[in-house]
């Protein structure tokens, strides 16, 4: 059974910074495509954004790239959500999300049903 368990969230001023961090168990986290999600107060789960499973490739939201960084280090099993300049609009549960066993070795996806499996959620709250 797959395991994520994120922590890092947490209350930061406009224009500070966050690092969130979630840690897999449960299978061979470098087989598999992982990725961050967020669901803001009232409105459905979106894709933040994603990192193949060897960490070459990422794939970001257009609201968050040139603020956020993803990472991972395999050797770990974490992955990492960097995230600077933070707005008030980034306010959110943020989850970590991994994909079911049939993704090994497979692509990012940005729709949440694409994910199998789902952290408990950190609580990111932008104040201004």
């Known amino acids: 059974q797959v395991q994520l368990v994120e922590s890092g969230g947490g209350l930061v001023q406009a224009g500070g910074s966050l690092r969130l961090s979630c840690a897999a168990s449960g299978r061979t986290f470098s087989s598999y495509a992982m990725a961050w999600f967020r669901q803001p107060p009232g409105k459905e789960r979106e894709f933040v954004a994603g990192?193949?499973?060897?960490?070459?490739?990422?794939n970001y939201a257009d609201s968050v790239k040139g603020r956020f960084t993803i990472s991972r280090d395999n050797a770990k099993n974490t992955v990492y959500l960097q995230m600077n300049s933070l707005k008030l609009e980034d306010t959110a549960v943020y989850y970590c999300a991994a994909p079911g066993s049939s993704a090994v070795l497979g692509p990012i996806r940005t729709t949440w049903r694409s994910y199998s499996y789902w952290g408990q959620g950190t609580q990111v709250t932008v104040s201004s």
């Open positions: 990192i193949s499973w060897s960490g070459g490739s990422t």
